[in-house]
């Protein structure tokens, strides 16, 4: 499967972006997901989660101010983001984590990321 993200841009302290991330099929309405960011120098991080039930969870860091959501009929799975601060800064990246084997055994898909880059 592959994931594209697109939507980053650089916008200045306050504003919004919605970044979506398009599955190649449909594995989003099957499969919880996870939206995450790196910025420079420091770890990977999940920002928002969405099960394939339709839950959410977000990190405290975003609460409030990030949405996710899912089109089916789309493959794709929005984050919209509000109320930007420059902490917001990083690569965005979608994630899928796919089971291929009755032992459990997983595979992670990745997108590219897309930049984010907020502005004081």
């Known amino acids: 499967v592959q994931l594209v993200e697109s939507g980053g841009g650089s916008v200045q302290v306050g504003g919004s972006l919605r970044l979506s991330c398009v599955a190649s099929?449909?594995?989003?309405?099957?499969?919880?997901m996870g939206w995450y960011r790196q910025a420079p120098g420091k770890q990977r991080e999940l920002v928002a989660g969405?099960?394939?039930?339709?839950?959410?969870n977000y990190a405290d860091s975003v609460k409030g101010r990030f949405t996710v959501s899912r089109d089916n009929a789309k493959n794709t799975v929005y984050l919209q983001m509000n109320s930007l601060s420059v902490e917001d800064t990083a690569v965005y990246y979608c994630?899928?984590?796919?089971?291929?084997?009755?032992?459990?055994?997983?595979?992670?898909?990745w997108g590219q990321g897309t930049q984010v880059t907020v502005s004081s």
């Open positions: 969405l099960s394939s039930g339709g839950e959410t």
């Open positions: 099929r449909d594995i989003f309405s099957m499969n919880g």
């Open positions: 994630n899928v984590r796919l089971v291929v084997n009755v032992e459990g055994d997983a595979v992670d898909h």
